[in-house]
């Protein structure tokens, strides 16, 4: 497993994650358009997509030429001056965040996005934000619950109102 992590986390990843990506923006863009390929659909999507793609583009030909010139994927300057993790070290005492973060964070959108159908995208949306800054390791319950509701219930009104486009809501 640790060969594995180590050549994902160099340029094989780094290609892998920027295809994901490119992937999910062509998806998308290609949704929108065939749920309906009006103006007022496509306004913000199609040039979001279209950045995303000119962005990924360059991201993905820098990547390839930093490999074929054979230069690390992180240089020194870039690298972060930390301690070995506990990880590398073989020391167990990491926190659980270190530890189980990133599968819980995965997990936790793969619920947010299930939920979205069944529960609205208001509720599903603010829950997700509150429980990923605790995640994080907020733990003041007045900013956790006020800029999960701002930003959980700001977007679902600016894509009802302003965009006219129905989501499934529970409350809104």
């Known amino acids: 497993?640790?060969?594995?992590?180590?050549?994902?986390?160099?340029?094989?990843?780094?290609?892998?994650?920027?295809?994901?990506?490119a992937a999910y923006a062509l998806w998308y863009a290609l949704d929108a358009?065939?749920?309906?390929?009006?103006?007022?659909?496509m306004l913000l999507i199609g040039p979001a997509a279209l950045l995303a793609g000119v962005v990924i583009a360059l991201l993905f030909a820098k990547e390839l030429l930093r490999w074929r010139a054979g230069e690390p994927t992180e240089t020194a300057e870039d690298a972060p001056?930390?301690?070995p993790a506990a990880a590398d070290t073989g020391d167990d005492t990491r926190t659980f965040r270190e530890a189980?973060?990133?599968?819980?964070?995965?997990?936790?959108?793969?619920?947010?996005?299930?939920?979205?159908?069944?529960v609205g995208f208001d509720v599903a949306t603010v829950v997700y934000i509150a429980l990923c800054m605790m995640l994080q390791g907020a733990r003041d319950w007045r900013i956790i619950l006020g800029f999960s509701l701002v930003a959980g219930l700001l977007p679902v009104w600016a894509i009802e109102?302003?965009?006219s486009v129905p989501v499934p809501t529970l409350f809104l």
């Open 1 to 21: 497993m640790r060969q594995v992590m180590t050549h994902l986390s160099g340029t094989a990843g780094h290609l892998l994650l920027l295809a994901g990506f």
């Open 33 to 41: 358009w065939a749920a309906q390929a009006k103006t007022q659909n």
């Open 81 to 83: 001056d930390v301690e």
């Open 100 to 118: 189980w973060g990133t599968p819980l964070s995965a997990a936790l959108l793969g619920v947010y996005v299930i939920a979205l159908p069944i």
């Open 161 to 163: 109102k302003m965009l």
